[in-house]
Each structure stands twice: as C-alpha cells, then as structure tokens.
C-alpha cells in the first residue's frame, strides 16, 4: 500500500490541534492552541469554541508550514468527533469538512479517547497493554478484548483531571493546574481523605468535597495537594492491577494529559515491576490533546476502511462503544 498522509484536527475542549502523520507513523507537524478560562473558572464552552474559531487557520497555516507540506500532498482529513464539548466539537467537524470539500479529500470522524490510545502505543511500542487514561475528561482503566477496548475500570462521576483541576482552582493555584498541582504536592505531607474503589470503580466527588472542608478549616495547600494525589492515585493503581491481573497482559500504558504526573508514573512503574510487567508512558507532547492523535488514529480507521459514523459529532461517545477492525486484524 502506498503511503499516506493525513492532516488531524482536535477540538474536543480547551485545545485546538493540528498535525499531519504519514502511515508510517511519522510526525511531520503539529501545532496547538489552548483557551484559557478566567481566574478561578472552568472551561465555559461557548468562550472555548469561540477561541477556536479564532485560532484554527493560524494552527493549520503553522503546521502546513512547518511540515512544507500543502493540500496536494495530504490524502485525507480527520477529526475529533466525539466525546467532548458540543460547541467546541462543532468548530472541529465545521472546520474539517470546509477542508475535505474544498481539496476534495475524504473525511474521517475520530474518537478522541481511541486517538490517546493509539498514539500512546505509536510512541511507545507497546503492543497490547491494559492502559490507564487519565485526564480533564477522562479516568478509565481499559484492555483490547474481543475486537474492542473494554473498560475494566472508570469513574463513577468527577474524572480525576476535573477533581484536581476544580481542588487547583479552589485553594488558589495559577494555571497550567496539572504541573503547578504536581510542585506544590512535592512540598506536602499526608492528611486522611476518603478512599474510595467500589468494584472495579472509582470515585473523586467525596474526596474532592473533604479536601476543600480541609482546606477552608485550615489545612495548607502544600498537604491538600499532596494528600490528594497520593490518594487518588492509589486508587487508580488498585484498580490498575487488579485488570493486569484479571487480563493477565504484561504492559501497562499510560496515556492523558494526568499521565505526565510524575507521582503516578511512580507508582504504577511499581505496581507493574511487582507483578513483572512493562510501564510505558505516552511522550509528554503527546499525553495532553493534539492533532497528531487524531490524524495518526485517522490512518487506521481509514486503511480499516470504517470511515462513516451516523452523526457528524458524538459529545458522549464511550470508549467501548467503537468498533476497532485494525486491532482485532493483527491478533
């Protein structure tokens, strides 16, 4: 087969991306942009779609010029389609599809929490790992079996991401929140917070609501952060290892923008040399969202040839609920 590149679009909450990879797993550009929300607020997703419209054709002038690669070259085009912000999905789906008319390529609808997955084995090599995807949107604890990747594992309500970003923004941390969260954590000592796995589950909400009781009765930030982490954590660990030990897998790949947390690296690369397992870390300019992601998973539902989905963009697309032909062909 010959060669093929394609140009990716990310658009799923506050970043918008753009890369270009060839089939050969070759990163030829990749640029992003992030919306940053006002002191002490969340994502509002109107303002994040709105900062996308703004920045998506100096993002794609950037890495077309990086790459010296233009529309001639690129054979297809793929997107984010889900899950993420509605508005925010829009302007990606919007913009790919002005694009794919106008150079008259095909156009691929991608799931983000598939596109972390893929990537993260693109740069690692691993091969068939259970992987731990943690981020803003996301904390799920997943393995390929039987043509798709099963959660085995996953939040009951607050992603670990949401829980840290929300605990950051109420004892005063400036953004970024993830490695700002991860230095103060480094200066504290441990303080009891609820510890929470039911099943092969977990929970945030009730620790996030003790660790802000704490706080505001006093408790410094340098403790709640750390307190937090290492519980947190902990017990996406457990859960961890309880699905390497139930798949009987020999990797573990970590993969989101929470999986750049050194303290969790830590502990799960312990966790997995206990059981006699290999730890792979997606590379950290690929752990937060990226267009490269995109246009990399983009390749592998094309050349699967399942390119169609029923709606333009799925703002509750789940992870296993995607059909993974490329993989179930391979093993």
Known sequence: MDKLICLGIESTAHTFGVGIVDSEGNVLSDDRSTYRSPVGMGI?????????????????????????????KIDLISYSAGPGLAPCLLVGANFATELAEKYNKPLVPVCHQIAHIEIGKLTTGSKDPVIVYLSGGNTQVIAFTEGRYRIFGET???PVGNAMDTLARKIGLQQPYGPNFDLTANKGKYIQLPYVVKGMDLSFSGMLTEAIKKFEAGANKEDICHSFQETSFAMI???TERALAHTDKKEVLMVGGVAASKRMQEMIRIMCEERGAKTFIVPYEYAGDNGSMIAWTGLLVYNSGKAKIKDRIKPKWRTDAVDIPWLRQKL
């Open 237 to 239: 660990t457990e859960v």
């Open 156 to 158: 009951q309500d607050l």
């Open 44 to 72: 509002i997703p109107s303002d994040a779609a709105k900062h996308h419209e703004e920045v998506c054709e100096k993002v794609l002038n950037n890495v077309l010029e990086k790459s010296k690669i233009n529309f001639d």
